[in-house]
């Protein structure tokens, strides 16, 4: 009985015209499709459909807000609470409240103080002092900040050189409509059958949520990328890291596309 080789070589490597042919044809075939390929570093992926901890995640989220931001971390070179480096941070803050896609920026500069002299709960409702009001001692606020249990260690650190700056980014309210349809048709469908016209539902808002995510994602992925190029800016002046969850799954995307991309090629 003639062995395996023996059908590689005739048929394979006999005809390497043809089988080349066939070849590029696949490569052709699947490489239409390949637009369509996208990778998702969202909840959906990470946990089981219907998860209850993950329902319950979402139960809040909806009545509080979103939980969505970035953190950059802001250390300079000079004092933190000296002139210079006291405007460096507020022109950051300035460009970063520019970015499409954050809503806000807080920072040390305008987070009330509520422990400075002539401030209380009665005056805040009529005058919030921060670090940016006029006649404010630097050296008065410095202390809130190192021993007051709200800022301590969350807006600066311990040794008081390195401050955080909290970036929102926006609500979606598409997005969290299409979000919470598809999950509601979902368990449905796990404690009774869906009618013809609640499948067909369910199928649009499944692909329409599909694709809105995918527009999102490549939204968060160019946000991320001009808060780098503006934190790049400022580097001469202070040391500047950037973290979040968001960063982070945007992140793993770009590493794993980078993967398949090297190993891919390898591969071939």
């Not at 006291?86 to 806000?104: F, K, M, R, T």
């Not at 002092?129 to 249990?149: M, R, V, Y």
């Not at 650190?157 to 401050?163: E, F, K, P």
């Not at 649009?204 to 968060?220: H, N, P, R």
């Amino acid at each position: 009985m003639p062995k395996a080789s023996h059908y590689f070589e005739r048929y394979v490597l006999g005809q390497r015209y043809p089988t080349l042919f066939l070849l590029l044809i696949i490569i052709v075939f699947f490489g239409f499709y390949s637009p369509q390929f996208r990778l998702d570093a969202s909840a959906d992926t990470l946990v089981l459909e219907n998860d209850k901890s993950l329902q319950y995640y979402r139960s809040i989220k909806a009545r509080y807000g979103s939980d969505d931001f970035l953190v950059v971390t802001y250390t300079p070179k000079q004092d933190l609470f000296s002139e210079q480096a006291l405007q460096a941070l507020s022109n950051l803050q300035s460009e970063l409240s520019e970015v499409s896609g954050i809503s806000n920026v807080i920072s040390i500069l305008n987070v009330p103080l509520v422990t400075m002299p002539g401030s209380s709960l009665d005056s805040i409702r009529q005058q919030v002092l921060t670090l940016s009001s006029p006649g404010i001692d630097n050296t008065l606020a410095k202390q809130e900040f190192l021993t007051s249990p709200i800022y301590k260690d969350l807006l600066m650190s311990g040794d008081g050189q390195t401050t955080a700056l909290q970036l929102n980014i926006q609500r979606d309210k598409t997005y969290e409509r299409l979000l919470l349809e598809r999950d509601s048709l979902r368990a449905l469908q796990l404690t009774q059958d869906l009618t013809a016209e609640e499948a067909l539902r369910l199928n649009q808002v499944t692909a329409e949520f599909y694709q809105y995510s995918a527009q999102l994602q490549e939204q968060l992925a160019e946000m991320i990328q001009a808060t780098r190029t503006i934190l790049d800016k400022y580097r001469s002046e202070a040391s500047l890291f950037l973290g979040g969850v968001p960063m982070i799954a945007a992140d793993s995307i770009d590493f794993i596309a980078h993967d398949l991309v090297v190993f891919g090629f390898g591969v071939l």
